[in-house]
């Protein structure tokens, strides 16, 4: 990944009460999304994402730029993400901050289900807590109703996908196990319902174990393609993944706001500190290592 610096007046620590974009032009996330009709086809990030994370094409390469911050990147690999690549690059852009910067996201509304004749949702109505759980109505859904409607998404009527009332973000393809606030966190990160309701320092966290995955996964990758012995690599790679504690379970959790992961889900319990750093653990969220 590769970074070129154009102005940086919307990445200072202070927010002012007006903030000047860069390119107003291009607050309009369907306005960027346009400007990709020429975007090289071999590219890894599609451009819906890059457009979502507030890039635009600049018509060179694989290069794009903020709307916002002005920030540009470029030499895009497999595994990038759009919104962990702006927030690494420019930590401080205000529509990465999730600050009101008058983005105008793309309406992906709900367009009549002939299926089940659905009427199109409209976003602003499902500001209300209620409001989004009620669209739950005689839905079968794998996650409780109540903990999606809370994360800010509401139901399309179609099978178990779900659209966020305030990014108008969509999920589907959902698991038992999954949590609706570390999905959006995961997908979503800018949206500022996220930011306002579980703070940066959550969504930060699981960016990050997004990326150790995603690492991990290069690593034994590279480790498998090595002269080692495979009986030895597999040992190995088991012990990686027990817990530290008890030496028994696998690694189930991860630490907040560290970002360690070091204990199973029941040794976790005990634990106020991480018993790597130290640090107080404000939070433990399950994961799971492949």
């Given at each position: 990944?590769?970074?070129?610096?154009?102005?940086?007046?919307?990445?200072?620590?202070?927010?002012?009460?007006?903030?000047?974009?860069?390119?107003?032009?291009?607050?309009?996330?369907?306005?960027?999304?346009?400007?990709?009709?020429?975007?090289?086809?071999?590219?890894?990030?599609?451009?819906?994402?890059?457009?979502?994370?507030?890039?635009?094409?600049?018509?060179?390469?694989?290069?794009?730029?903020?709307?916002?911050?002005?920030?540009?990147?470029?030499?895009?690999?497999?595994?990038?993400?759009?919104?962990?690549?702006?927030?690494?690059?420019?930590?401080?852009?205000?529509?990465?901050?999730?600050?009101?910067?008058?983005?105008?996201?793309?309406?992906?509304?709900?367009?009549?289900?002939?299926?089940?004749?659905?009427?199109?949702?409209?976003?602003?109505?499902?500001?209300?807590?209620?409001?989004?759980?009620?669209?739950?109505a005689g839905v079968r859904h794998p996650i409780d109703h109540e903990r999606l409607a809370r994360a800010g998404f509401y139901s399309t009527g179609r099978g178990d996908a779900v659209l966020c009332f305030h990014c108008s973000g969509g999920l589907n393809n959902w698991q038992p196990e999954e949590d609706?606030?570390?999905?959006?966190?995961?997908?979503?990160?800018?949206?500022?319902?996220?930011?306002?309701?579980?703070?940066?320092?959550?969504?930060?966290?699981?960016?990050?174990?997004?990326?150790?995955?995603?690492?991990?996964?290069?690593?034994?990758?590279?480790?498998?393609?090595?002269?080692?012995?495979?009986?030895?690599?597999?040992?190995?790679?088991?012990?990686?993944?027990?817990?530290?504690?008890?030496?028994?379970?696998?690694?189930?959790?991860?630490?907040?706001?560290?970002?360690?992961?070091?204990?199973?889900?029941?040794?976790?319990?005990?634990?106020?500190?991480?018993?790597?750093?130290?640090?107080?653990?404000?939070?433990?969220?399950?994961?799971?290592?492949?």
């Amino acid at each position: 990944m590769a970074v070129s610096c154009c102005h940086r007046r919307c990445c200072s620590r202070r927010f002012p009460e007006t903030v000047r974009l860069l390119f107003p032009h291009m607050r309009n996330e369907e306005a960027r999304l346009r400007t990709f009709s020429s975007w090289p086809n071999r590219t890894p990030v599609r451009p819906r994402d890059l457009a979502q994370a507030g890039f635009f094409y600049v018509g060179q390469s694989d290069k794009v730029q903020c709307f916002c911050c002005g920030g540009r990147l470029n030499g895009w690999e497999p595994g990038d993400s759009a919104w962990s690549e702006h927030s690494k690059h420019y930590p401080n852009c205000y529509f990465i901050l999730g600050h009101d910067v008058g983005n105008i996201p793309i309406q992906t509304g709900i367009e009549e289900d002939a299926s089940n004749n659905r009427r199109a949702i409209d976003p602003a109505l499902m500001q209300n807590f209620e409001a989004r759980r009620a669209t739950f109505a005689g839905v079968r859904h794998p996650i409780d109703h109540e903990r999606l409607a809370r994360a800010g998404f509401y139901s399309t009527g179609r099978g178990d996908a779900v659209l966020c009332f305030h990014c108008s973000g969509g999920l589907n393809n959902w698991q038992p196990e999954e949590d609706p606030w570390v999905e959006h966190a995961k997908h979503y990160p800018g949206c500022s319902f996220l930011l306002a309701n579980k703070g940066p320092e959550f969504v930060n966290s699981i960016q990050y174990i997004m990326k150790q995955s995603l690492s991990s996964a290069d690593f034994c990758l590279f480790n498998f393609m090595s002269d080692e012995d495979p009986l030895e690599k597999l040992q190995r790679l088991q012990r990686e993944k027990q817990c530290k504690i008890c030496m028994d379970r696998d690694i189930a959790i991860v630490f907040i706001p560290c970002a360690h992961l070091v204990a199973c889900e029941n040794c976790s319990q005990a634990l106020n500190k991480c018993p790597i750093c130290c640090q107080d653990i404000t939070q433990k969220i399950k994961t799971y290592i492949a």
